[in-house]
């Protein structure tokens, strides 16, 4: 009988106005890859949080049990300690910071207070090796593209000697390419005997590497599959998530195509932080009316950095090039004039680019068209109410109220505010910068089929994705 790694029994936690888990039991082989999944709002990163200490014993109910033993932990130190490392979905390194620097951060290979630089070195060669990475240790982060940076989180934990890692989203923000480089050293670890833990909405990446599956919803566990001998595929699993069959993965979609809404010549964008290195380089683009047009490329290729330069200028030094819209050349040189000419962004990076986390989900959603909701500048609370209302029923927000704050959601539900907060500013041209990362399948079908209804209406899309593949499908409406 293989041997039970990690047992937790009954795992209740309740924020202000809403129960996060409610008597989750999650049981995890030695030396397995356990896949842990559900629709976004389902609890997947609580539990794990719970696990690893940041939500401390007390502020939740249950048991955690790790090699036999029962658990308290205090803090992410504690769960440390005995080798539980998680990595979260967003990256946590310091920019300007060395690799070696950032790897033992809080951890410096120190003697009397002295850190042993030498021995830093040699460790983190040692780390970076294990996960297939051949970058220099003195190497600055902020010189490194994200596939990079997601390794070098994973060489993070491999130097506190990890008995279990927990992968939060880990392939997110990466390209299919940097995706596999990622998931590679997950097999190797396996016959090394480490055991992971790994949340996922990207169902193929489940379906190769992990041994077992446990499925939440709703802050409750539904099932734990095995991957060999219970016949998975995707479509029990989406059943098991949404709690129902998805047969159409994206919305039927029918073209009307109309004449030149946006057109931009000769774009070029340099590098704020290295105005030497030329980023952006004579980019030529136009986007017609009802059209979804896609920008595709590596990571590292432009992509973001065109979509923000193009934004007021939100990107760059030196930026040049002409922008028309509907024919009309336009000076897009700050992001009020953006906004007022009809475009929106929806950046990738929504915790430090797209909302205010602090503040409520109402008052994110109506941020970007203030004119609207006001008389005479003053807000009129009850039109804030109702628009917020309607975009919380419209896209599906999981809360228990527009007055939570934006920050006590999840990640796909913080994309949702972000999506409504810019269609509520009646845009005619919408840049939409990996619109489902972090998304589950369920909500990616309510996302598309929110871009094809703008599109519908004589509106541009302009979408830039980590897989072309999502984005053929949902331009064309077929599930590829």
Not at 10 to 15: A, G
Not at 76 to 97: D, M, N
Not at 370 to 375: E, F, P
Request: aromatic share 4%; with cysteine.
């Amino acid at each position: 009988m293989t041997e039970i790694l990690l047992e937790m029994r009954n795992i209740t936690k309740t924020f202000p106005g809403v129960k996060a888990l409610e008597n989750v039991n999650l049981k995890v082989k030695q030396g397995e890859i356990h896949a842990l999944m559900g629709e976004n709002g389902a609890g997947k990163s609580t539990l794990m949080k719970v696990l690893s200490g940041v939500y401390p014993h007390g502020t939740y109910s249950g048991d955690i049990l790790f090699e036999g033993r029962v658990c308290e932990f205090k803090d992410i130190k504690q769960s440390e300690q005995l080798g539980i490392v998680i990595i979260h979905q967003e990256l946590a390194l310091i920019p300007y910071l060395s690799i070696a620097e950032n790897i033992f951060l809080g951890n410096e290979q120190a003697k009397r207070g002295i850190v042993h630089w030498n021995e830093t070195i040699r460790r983190t060669r040692e780390s970076l090796g294990k996960v297939g990475l051949n970058e220099s240790p003195q190497t600055l982060v902020t010189n490194l593209g994200v596939g990079k940076q997601r390794l070098i989180e994973i060489a993070k934990a491999l130097s506190k000697e990890v008995k279990l890692l927990i992968l939060d989203e880990p392939t997110a923000a990466l390209n299919e390419d940097d995706s596999e480089n990622l998931l590679q050293p997950l097999l190797e670890f396996k016959t090394q005997g480490i055991t992971s833990i790994m949340i996922s909405h990207k169902l193929n990446e489940i379906a190769k590497v992990a041994d077992s599956i446990t499925i939440l919803r709703d802050g409750q566990t539904i099932e734990t599959l095995d991957m060999k001998q219970d016949n998975v595929n995707e479509d029990r699993i989406i059943k098991g998530m949404v709690g129902r069959d998805l047969t159409q993965r994206y919305p039927v979609r029918t073209p009307n195509i109309g004449e030149t809404i946006f057109e931009v010549n000769g774009w070029n964008v340099y590098h704020p932080v290295h105005p030497e290195r030329k980023v952006i380089d004579e980019v030529n683009l136009h986007i017609r009316q009802g059209e979804v047009v896609g920008i595709a490329g590596l990571m590292g290729a432009g992509r973001t950095e065109l979509a923000m330069s193009l934004f007021g200028r939100s990107y760059g030094t030196k930026i040049s090039g002409r922008v028309r819209i509907r024919g009309e050349e336009v000076e897009l040189t700050d992001i009020n004039k953006a906004i007022k000419h009809g475009l929106a962004y929806v950046t990738e990076d929504r915790k430090n680019y797209g909302l205010i986390l602090i503040d409520d989900i109402k008052r994110n959603i109506t941020l970007s068209n203030l004119s609207a909701i006001s008389k005479r500048g003053v807000v009129i609370d009850n039109e804030e109410i109702v628009q917020a209302e309607s975009f919380r029923k419209k896209m599906n927000i999981k809360t228990p109220s527009i007055l939570q704050k934006t920050g006590n959601l999840s990640g796909g539900n913080q994309q949702k505010v972000v999506l409504s907060k810019w269609i509520f500013a009646k845009p005619d041209i919408l840049i939409l910068d990996e619109p489902t990362r972090g998304i589950d399948v369920g909500a990616k079908y309510e996302i598309y089929s929110i871009i094809n209804e703008l599109a519908g209406k004589a509106k541009a899309c302009c979408l830039s994705p980590r897989s072309f593949r999502r984005f053929l499908a949902c331009a064309t409406g077929s599930t590829l």
